[in-house]
């Protein structure tokens, strides 16, 4: 018996192939790519840094670092981008590792995965800075590649605030 049409078979997707899309991602993030990076993302894209006190509950009734929806995403890039943005003037520069890729779920076009991340932060008059988490991304399979519909950053740090202002994207 053939299924039915509408429903979609569960793509095929290696480790490697969503391990290169975070290098990828990694790098337009770290070289300020932000415009290329957008292209990145699904028209209902969201972006998540929730506190880590309550690392899965819903930033409907818990206060979130970051609770971005598509629009809130693109008006962080306008603002991060402007050269008269103060808490990035000069940018900062950033240096992202990413490790420990895995595929947690695959259905139909969607692939939940995560990976572990270290991202070093430099800038001018300031000591540097480490953020180290996980993310959790829900990408969209697309022809060869991915598109972002979920971006979820898990900090590790128990002091958010020895962190400074999370002015970048992490």
């Given at each position: 018996m053939n299924a039915p049409a509408n429903v979609l078979a569960?793509?095929?997707?290696?480790?490697?192939?969503?391990?290169?899309?975070?290098?990828?991602?990694?790098?337009?993030l770290d070289e300020w790519k932000l415009k290329e990076w957008e292209e990145l993302l699904t028209d209902d894209a969201t972006y998540?840094?929730?506190?880590?006190?309550?690392?899965e509950g819903s930033y409907k009734n818990t206060l979130y670092i970051i609770s971005d929806d598509r629009e809130r995403i693109r008006q962080r890039v306008i603002r991060v981008l402007?050269?008269?943005?103060?808490?990035?003037?000069?940018?900062?520069?950033?240096?992202?590792?990413?490790?420990?890729?895995?595929?947690?779920?695959?259905?139909g076009d969607l692939v939940t995965a995560t990976a572990n991340f270290?991202?070093?932060?430099?800038?001018?008059?300031?000591r540097e800075f480490s953020y180290v988490g996980?993310?959790?991304?829900?990408?969209r399979k697309t022809g060869d590649s991915f598109l972002?519909?979920?971006r979820r950053v898990f900090l590790h740090a128990?002091?958010?605030g020895k962190l400074g202002s999370v002015s970048f994207i992490l």
């Open positions: 569960n793509v095929q997707v290696t480790r490697a192939e969503v391990e290169d899309f975070f290098y990828r991602e990694a790098a337009l998540y840094v929730p506190p880590n006190d309550d690392l402007d050269p008269n943005c103060h808490a990035e003037y000069p940018k900062s520069r950033t240096c992202r590792l990413i490790t420990n890729v895995r595929i947690l779920n695959v259905e270290v991202v070093y932060r430099y800038r001018r008059y300031q996980t993310y959790r991304f829900i990408l972002i519909k979920e128990h002091e958010l």
